[in-house]
């Protein structure tokens, strides 16, 4: 875990242990399958380590809600649901009956769900009376399942983490809502691999002023997520938080180009293959290539543990709005123009040097580039 | 150039148009020659240009003195050649005549020689007296030709640039010499590839907290660079500067293996393919692989002509001693263990932004990790 | 050239300094505008060779066509062209022209089009009489330019390669009108680079009982044909020919991706990146990657003089219809279910050896799997 | 398995449920303690299945003599242990306790000792008699173990496989003694990984006319075949095997660097980087890379398997000497020149169909180029 590295190991976080564990699934199928299989298909971990949280993954399953109704497309008509204001309700129950069986101090809500279509840009989405009257006419079409979640979450007070690429986190009417209720949010889409690689990258060839002509990225993915973004709809708000990042950075835009392929085989491990085709001294042309193997799972899972404990942290001291010290977990993050993960890194260490000190946050606490 | 843009750019450097070059070859050969030599073999620029430069080449060619007596190897014995003594005075007068006949304001020697075997480490090269006592027993197998170029110009209140793995810059007794004659230096190797790369990325790791394993990296170079070290005991030094980077950026130390491979076809381009193996959560092993494919001289000539600008501003500035706030251009840098290139960058902006402020340098500009 | 090694050094092939060259160029500009630019942009070869071929050149675009009406799209509807039959006639009166002015023995035809939409498969496509009333009835929804070159070529009894991926001239209609015209052909699409990689490394798959799981391709492509393979309609013929290779050589269907993105700045530069991901023994899976930068005109250029030094004499020693012998050339070879690159250049050295010996070609020259 | 594919399937080969399995350790451990590690460090299988066969390697591991006696090293000065003589005896009754203990047909010998230094080129080594002198004056100095096991087993009458480099095989002398006992023996050296894949490339290159420059090569291995190599007098003959096979395949002699580097994390994972750097048409230099990521213990045992059940399969025919067929399992195969991986293969295939015709081996099997 980052938080488990100086200085943010200094930082009063809540311990792994204190958390509890609990969700939302629209799909069949227990913790413990998907944790076999995994295993099975990906060899992420060894029979020992199964055998060994199984009665965890138990207690897990127990405690995730099953509910297949929160699975509809904005793209596709949708029949048969309940109303949005009655699905609303139903997750607001489901928090609080969590929150109450393990008798919570804090509930955090995180998003991880696969990408999928989005709606927004209406004019009805620019402000939270906008929202409610889309909620109170049950317009399904314009009102996903992810923003069920952000609104439920924001509305009960929990503090809220987006690690997909659905964007309805960062809908203005939101904003709003998180404001009213003073609650702390964050995303979006885990920054866990090509990305993080580009924001590392990039501030290079800019400081070295190496012009690049085309960043070509490849991502091939076997699990869910490929799955899912194997659909041109479903990866069109990765594929622009991919790509955005460069411009940022660089203060021009080169030709960016970003691939996602689902091979099945892969399974869980995902390889990233990178072309950066640049210029330097007198326009000579040169390149760089890299490939990144990394295993998905293994890449998030720490990430959502150092972002719930730094959500607690933050809501125990009062902070509220989107974290902008956050954004070096994030490939979009949410209020936050600055790309360089490094800069991104030193806002976390900012950050964490006036905690220690015991100062409030700055505001904001990323300077803007 | 880095220099060129901004913040930079609004620094008070001298324009490239107003530098005149000059310098001292150990080998036959001209300019000319050499540049006709590197379009042929490597494709680097094209005919036009270098007709274009060609009367400009033949004017350098007129400042270069052919001195083929500074090319004594420390690690053999020596035989027929002037004193020490008589060799620093003579690079002495070369610099006085090129002062003279161009009517320079400042006079800069840039150390742009291969990579070479070195002493250093005995007691005489502790400090000052120790040098003068070795210059005044002429012992050629403990004063090699670097450390004649960099004693004449320091000794010269020239400002020094060591742009090569030679680690005679940063003997304490040069040190003293410099503080004496009040002269600006900086140093030592060139980061133009592979480390440039290993300091960019390396943070990223860290800041992840995923443990690098191995980091195992393979250079290809067939340029005169590469038959130099393809000897041994040329590359000591080389590989040393690209092996330290990893332990002061990580705080431990992975296994980290440098190969240096002479690849003649490749003339000018290097090549450069390095793996890193490392752990994530729950210790999955994971690997990056990247592919540098770049032209030596053309990621090298500009971080020259930058360090000269940066250099002869700093001398008119009255600044003196290891310029710490230049350490993002070299593998390891003279008086500063902050390897971060980023952080390195960083040192530079805040000496750019108290330079356009009208302040005098910070002491010391880099922070220490 | 491939003719230029023994033992294919030995046929009695016509030199190269023995062919005349002409053509049809739908678009704008010349021969030398266009070598001038792929220096420019490419650096592909330098001024002196520029200026050495210039008059060739010259002399060349002199026997050039410019005739903008051969470039409808099948796919589109089509006005203001004159009737299939005319077009048809005036494309041999160009070829007999061409023929009278040089004086030639034999007027090969080369199809180095880009690739575009494409029909066939109607059953007026499955035999001459059907091309015909295709042509009668002017249908150019049904009938490209690309098959009207091989008409023509094939009625006036030009030998034919097609070097494209345009699958016209493997339909039987035209086959049968070789036969009646006793003209060989030959095609399609030539083999320069990922594909010809394919059929080199998947037999070792095979030969190793490796199990290949996927083979993911990426094609990085900055050149006229990369931007005309950017229309998914214009590469669905390439793309089929580069996936159906497999199957063939490992006698299962793995995971096989085919991605082909246009890269403008590469120019002629195409760059393919494939990972091979495939189990051993114990179904331990392992990958294998490679990168391939090669430069597209330099690749297809020497092949596309010894395909028209091979069909020369082929069609001197009277041979007629698809010459299997010339298979490892190609993608999609014409008559050929053989993929094994290494059995396809037997079959080469085999009809060689025929030809040496001085005896009829054998039929088929290719063996069967 | 190789020989699980047809036609090899259809050979009367040994089933491996027929093969038993002892042999002769210089090293501390039992092979289930190596199993585990390899387990443990390597993740190649998984817990299942090492329960699955613990019985039969407690029951091998009961079949295999600790000796460590038979680990001096020719290039360093041996003491204290009996002559030469003694050793090869002791070493021809391990082989018949061994057959009668599992009453056995044919009992085969496969070499899979570490690379070691070896001696060979005096003129001892030239025929028999000569190296009966070396036994009879017990000179270790040119008689390494490998040569011990090697004439243990071919003057027993066993079959003899050598999957190491160490290259005593292919000694004059042991060739005689072959003969006199009419016994097959095959080597040297596996061809798992890189090496594969140059004679698998090399051909394409020399078919297309494209000139290699440069092949340089970059073995990355953490297993123990690792360390041993990480000193040179040990990889000396394995570069030597890796390097020959470019110049046999291309006709000329390319630049060829081999690098072997220890790199512990990887375990059993062995890494090769190979950069191509070749020239097409009017000599653009161009380059192909590919990294080998494959596992040693399982790219190397279905091999071991192959071999022996195709040289049980011999010894039962009557064929003895050099096997010259079986040359694609090896990267410097004994009495063969041919180096092209497909010929090699071809080979196999000519002979299989012998077999199955009920033919006698050709002789020579395998075509010289």
Redesign the interface.
């Known amino acids: 875990?980052?938080t488990?590295?100086p200085p943010f190991s200094a930082l009063d976080c809540c311990p792994v242990s204190g958390l509890s564990f609990g969700g939302l699934e629209v799909r069949a199928g227990s913790l413990t399958e998907q944790a076999r299989r995994l295993r099975r298909e990906s060899?992420?971990?060894?029979?020992?380590?199964l055998e060994a949280v199984a009665p965890d993954l138990i207690a897990i399953d127990d405690c995730i809600v099953q509910d297949p109704e929160f699975d509809w497309d904005v793209g596709a008509p949708v029949h048969g649901l309940p109303p949005l204001r009655a699905l609303i309700e139903r997750l607001v129950g489901y928090l609080n009956d969590f929150r109450v069986r393990h008798d919570l101090e804090t509930l955090l809500v995180v998003n991880l769900t696969s990408a999928a279509p989005t709606s927004g840009g209406s004019d009805w989405h620019t402000d939270l009376a906008g929202l409610e009257s889309i909620v109170a006419d049950d317009r399904k079409d314009l009102f996903s399942p992810s923003a069920c979640y952000a609104y439920a979450a924001l509305s009960a007070g929990c503090p809220l983490i987006n690690f997909t690429p659905n964007p309805e986190t960062s809908w203005p009417g939101l904003a709003e809502l998180a404001a009213r209720t003073a609650t702390p949010y964050v995303g979006n889409d885990g920054k866990t691999g090509e990305t993080?690689?580009k924001t590392?990258?990039a501030?290079?060839f800019?400081?070295?002023?190496l012009r690049v002509?085309?960043w070509?990225g490849?991502n091939?993915l076997g699990n869910n997520d490929g799955l899912t973004l194997d659909d041109p709809r479903n990866r069109r708000s990765k594929i622009s938080n991919k790509e955005q990042v460069l411009a940022g950075i660089l203060g021009y835009e080169p030709?960016a180009?970003v691939?996602i392929?689902y091979?099945?085989?892969?399974g869980d491990w995902k390889?990233a293959?990178d072309?950066i085709?640049f210029t330097?001294?007198?326009d000579?042309?040169?390149?760089?290539?890299?490939?990144?193997?990394?295993?998905d799972s293994?890449?998030a899972?720490?990430l959502v543990l150092d972002l719930a404990r730094l959500m607690e942290l933050a809501a125990r001291r009062g902070e509220s709005g989107p974290m902008l010290h956050l954004a070096?977990f994030f490939k979009s993050p949410l209020g936050v123009t600055e790309m360089d993960?490094?800069r991104q890194?030193d806002a976390l260490l900012a950050y964490t040097e006036r905690c220690l000190a015991g100062k409030p946050p700055a505001d904001p606490t990323v300077p803007r580039p």
């Open positions: 875990l980052v488990e590295r060899r992420t971990f060894d029979r020992e380590t993080l690689l590392v990258l501030p290079m800019a400081h070295r002023n002509l085309s070509e490849i091939l030709h180009g691939t392929n091979v099945p085989s892969l390889t293959w072309l085709h330097g001294f007198m000579v042309p040169m390149t760089m290539q890299f490939t990144w193997q990394g295993c293994v890449l899972a720490p070096c993960f490094h890194y």
